[in-house]
């Protein structure tokens, strides 16, 4: 069953409507409702910030928007495929809507409301049944674009092809990770989410302040609950927690308690104290200036936030949190749990209820023990859930610290985990199957779609083709691609060892025809640019011979990658900047994880890109123009003019982006590069599309690399007043060296000595590019900004 959904309503343009809006607007035309309170129309008040709150990815989004009012507009639900109700956690509230949705919806349009924990079958009472039938819950999480997770729930009349269907709709167009929920209070995620955002209250040692409470579970969950509360709203806790404390149906739950109204938390909403999103900011936490504060709930004052205080006091908190900080997750869990202080004590009356909590839920909110972890890495951004948790302790820890703290934290263990031998996974980190409740064994059918090179280096060895210590080339195994990732520091500056594997893997590839990835799954960064101290260390000795075989090396290697027998596609993520955006630059295709921040910053260190990045940026500018309008006698300096100097402002300003869509607006990213949504999946989802494009690319008939490039440049006649112009229309007071730089940028992007209608290559613009870094290199401002950085670093 395919859905065809071209425009959609949103019903509340507060927090999560306007954020689920913006989301939308990605791929449809969005109506955005609210009420009119008094003069302000506030779906026109919401939409007016949703730019600027980062709640859509681009300008084409918001014109994809369009503000609606409640009572005025109400004909335009008809022209919506799917109606989405994202109005205040009250029912009665919700089951209003409903019946205005109920008067106007066209037949057969899809409902579903984004209720974080109500009854489905209450909201949509008394409504007739074609509306019933094509109801569900799709509950987002917030906030929308950085939690993949999406619940779906269906009513009791929901028609359930209809239910299927936008299960894989909600996977493959809106790239959310799907978990289907029961008609629960508060599902999975606000079950056992907010139960763990509550229990600390219950067992908080006297004396302990917020960052003490936060940091001990960042130890055992990797995870902050305070810091979490502060993000979605304070005030947001008690309606949500009273779904489950004040449902009347609720089966004997042995963990209600922790949902009761918490005193702390109400003494800070009374105070207008709700979190980020309050007028003052301040919650648990608060920032005045540089200074971040905490609340001390005994003084009723917010006092000094001490990142060192745990030491001080808490010995076992201490030492497990710098084993945090290690990598070694595991050991600095089991370590603060047989700690002998207070908080180690607080630690253990946490942590093994809500191990606890997960297991009895198992079979009471869902179906599968799988959806209980998914619910908690993707709408709480825990790395890994609860239940790989208690396989990565063992059974026999888990009870025996059950009882422990309790007994009805113990008697609540369920009997399927008590069996001797059970195992929840088939590994606890990364595993490829799960147990039921029932003893089955069930793939987890995500392994499909992603590419995780720790395995595929067990199963064959990983079939290394090249290798030193800053990068490694594989062959992958059945996938008949070669891959490439850099392992060379914490940010993976490149290097002309990662040249070397680079270049082996071309070879390779261009010899038995196959593609190449160039991408990895390290969390940091891409690539963070060129080694920094490396340069400052060869131009401080004089070795500019050095730096220039470097340069050129470097310029021949995006070269090649460019023009490439075989499709070289680049799969990106996190930081890429420098060199690392100039790898992007230099591929047939990206293939981008959404939260990429690239960018050509070498302005800041007193340089110019000198690989491809500005020639790269340029070409990406002016790509789209006919070949007839850039050689004819309409292509004018002032026409140039306009083309060149957004490309020259990327540069002087070492605009970064926010997200790979930015990326696109910014002009890293062409219009056939891919833009990827994670799905909860993280960085390997994204290698495994990128394979997927690569092979495509490479099954062509007959594969066949970008076209060079001419450019068709005005040259000293209009770098000299390109460069002066922006440095007054900034308005910044660049001092003589910046000056010196701007100018140099000017006098590339503008082709040199060049005039029109006389061709500039493409090697033309790298020459002047690789001149630049080198006269500025030498300069003592520059290593001296370089020095900086780097010590900074």
Request: glycine share 8%; net charge negative; with cysteine.
């Amino acid at each position: 069953m395919k859905l065809n959904i071209r425009r959609v309503a949103v019903i509340g343009a507060g927090t999560m409507g306007s954020q689920i809006a913006g989301w939308l607007a990605q791929w449809f035309d969005v109506d955005l409702f609210d009420v009119q309170q008094g003069d302000v129309q506030v779906s026109q008040l919401a939409w007016e910030k949703l730019l600027e709150r980062g709640a859509v990815f681009s300008a084409q989004d918001l014109l994809r928007i369009r503000p609606c009012t409640i009572g005025v507009d109400d004909k335009r639900l008809a022209d919506a495929n799917w109606i989405v109700e994202a109005v205040y956690e009250e029912l009665k509230v919700k089951q209003g809507v409903f019946r205005l949705i109920d008067q106007h919806r066209r037949a057969e349009a899809i409902v579903s409301s984004n209720t974080s924990g109500l009854n489905i079958d209450e909201i949509v009472a008394g409504t007739s049944q074609d509306l019933r039938e094509n109801t569900f819950v799709t509950h987002f999480f917030n906030p929308v674009a950085v939690l993949p997770l999406l619940e779906v729930c269906a009513g009791t009349a929901t028609d359930p092809q209809l239910f299927t269907a936008f299960m894989e709709f909600g996977r493959d167009v809106l790239q959310k990770g799907v978990i289907e929920v029961f008609n629960t209070p508060n599902f999975i995620g606000n079950r056992l989410g907010v139960m763990a955002m509550q229990i600390p209250f219950f067992h908080w040692p006297k004396g302990m302040l917020v960052n003490d409470v936060d940091a001990v579970f960042q130890v055992l969950f990797g995870w902050k609950p305070l810091n979490t509360a502060d993000i979605v709203g304070l005030q947001l806790l008690e309606p949500v927690a009273s779904n489950v404390f004040d449902y009347e149906h609720l089966e004997p739950d042995p963990f209600l308690h922790y949902f009761h109204p918490i005193e702390f938390v109400e003494r800070l909403v009374k105070l207008c104290h709700t979190g980020r999103n309050a007028l003052n900011q301040r919650g648990f936490y608060a920032r005045e200036g540089k200074q971040k504060f905490v609340f001390d709930f005994e003084s009723n004052m917010y006092v000094p936030y001490l990142p060192e205080q745990p030491s001080n006091r808490y010995p076992s908190l201490s030492e497990a949190s710098l084993l945090t900080q290690q990598g070694d997750a595991h050991k600095a869990r089991q370590h603060l749990l047989q700690g002998p202080d207070a908080a180690a004590e607080f630690a253990r009356n946490c942590f093994y209820p809500v191990l606890t909590y997960a297991l009895w839920l198992v079979g009471k909110v869902c179906e599968d023990l799988l959806s209980i972890d998914k619910a908690m890495r993707w709408g709480f951004n825990w790395p890994i859930g609860p239940l790989q948790i208690c396989e990565m302790i063992g059974r026999v820890a888990v009870i025996a610290g059950a009882e422990q703290v309790g007994y009805f934290t113990a008697t609540a263990i369920p009997d399927w985990y008590r069996e001797a031998g059970v195992h929840i996974y088939s590994t606890p980190q990364k595993p490829q199957s799960v147990r039921q409740s029932n003893g089955v064994w069930q793939s987890i059918p995500e392994t499909e779609e992603i590419i995780d090179l720790e395995e595929l280096r067990r199963e064959d060895g990983g079939n290394i083709i090249s290798q030193n210590n800053d990068a490694t080339a594989y062959r992958l195994g059945d996938l008949d691609v070669v891959l490439v990732e850099f392992h060379s520091g914490v940010v993976n500056p490149f290097t002309l060892q990662c040249v070397d594997v680079l270049e082996d893997a071309l070879n390779i590839a261009e010899a038995d025809d196959l593609p190449v990835i160039v991408g990895h799954a390290h969390k940091k960064a891409f690539s963070a640019g060129a080694n920094l101290l490396w340069l400052l260390e060869q131009a401080q000795a004089g070795n500019f011979a050095e730096i220039e075989r470097f340069l050129v090396t470097a310029q021949d290697l995006t070269q090649r990658m460019t023009y490439a027998r075989v499709p070289v596609v680049v799969a990106p993520h996190s930081l890429a900047l420098g060199l690392g955006s100039e790898l992007i630059l230099a591929s047939t295709r990206t293939v981008a994880n959404f939260w990429l921040f690239q960018g050509q910053p070498e302005k800041d260190v007193g340089l110019v890109a000198a690989a491809g990045g500005c020639m790269r940026t340029l070409r990406n500018a002016l790509e789209g123009i006919p070949f007839q309008v850039m050689t004819g006698a309409g292509w004018t300096v002032e026409v140039a003019w306009q083309f060149i100097k957004p490309v020259l402002l990327l540069h002087v300003m070492c605009a970064r982006s926010k997200h790979a869509v930015h990326a696109r607006d910014l002009g890293f990213l062409r219009c056939d590069d891919l833009i990827v949504h994670s799905r909860g999946l993280g960085q390997e989802h994204v290698l495994f599309r990128a394979c997927q494009e690569a092979l495509w690319l490479n099954g062509q008939q007959l594969y066949l690399p970008r076209k060079p490039f001419l450019f068709n440049l005005p040259g000293c006649s209009l770098s000299q007043p390109l460069a002066e112009g922006v440095i007054i229309a900034l308005e910044v007071p660049f001092d003589s060296h910046s000056a010196t730089i701007i100018r140099r940028l000017a006098y590339i992007l503008c082709g040199g000595t060049t005039h029109l209608g006389r061709f500039v290559t493409e090697q033309d613009l790298l020459d002047l590019e690789r001149e630049a870094f080198l006269s500025l290199v030498g300069t003592p401002e520059t290593q001296a900004l370089i020095a900086k950085i780097v010590k900074k670093s």
